[in-house]
């Protein structure tokens, strides 16, 4: 099973940037598809972004879309997600994982701590 472990949040002010990175170990994080997950509070966690094993395909959620980038290097067992121009509505703990499925936007069922991301106005 993968461990992950996801790092970079923080505190920003609306309109700045972040760079967020989960680590994965285990052997098959290269050959797994790799998705952005972030839960606000009082609300289900929900899909951002994701990527293929190969990192040829991206895909994401309408509300992310052309703001963030997600991007793997299998050497390094990472998945990052560049986000640009947050918004207050950003505010989230966020999680990678391995998606079930690619187009399903799914999950697998292990999750790491995540990494909060809050943005000010």
């Known amino acids: 099973q993968v461990q992950l472990v996801e790092s970079g949040g923080g505190l920003v002010q609306a309109g700045g940037s972040l760079r967020l990175s989960c680590t994965a170990s285990?052997?098959?994080?290269?050959?797994?598809?790799m998705g952005w997950f972030r839960q606000a509070p009082g609300k289900e966690r929900g899909f951002v972004a994701g990527?293929?094993?190969?990192?040829?395909?991206?895909d994401y959620a309408d509300s992310v879309k052309g703001r963030f980038t997600i991007s793997r290097d299998n050497a390094k067992n990472t998945v990052y997600l560049q986000m640009n121009s947050l918004k207050r509505e950003d505010t989230a703990v966020y999680y990678c994982?391995?998606?079930?499925?690619?187009?399903?936007?799914?999950?697998?069922?292990?999750w790491g701590n995540g990494t909060l991301v809050t943005v000010s106005s």
């Open positions: 994982n391995a998606l079930s499925q690619w187009g399903t936007r799914d999950a697998m069922d292990n």
């Open positions: 285990g052997r098959t994080f290269s050959y797994s598809h």
């Open positions: 990527i293929t094993w190969r990192g040829d395909t991206t």
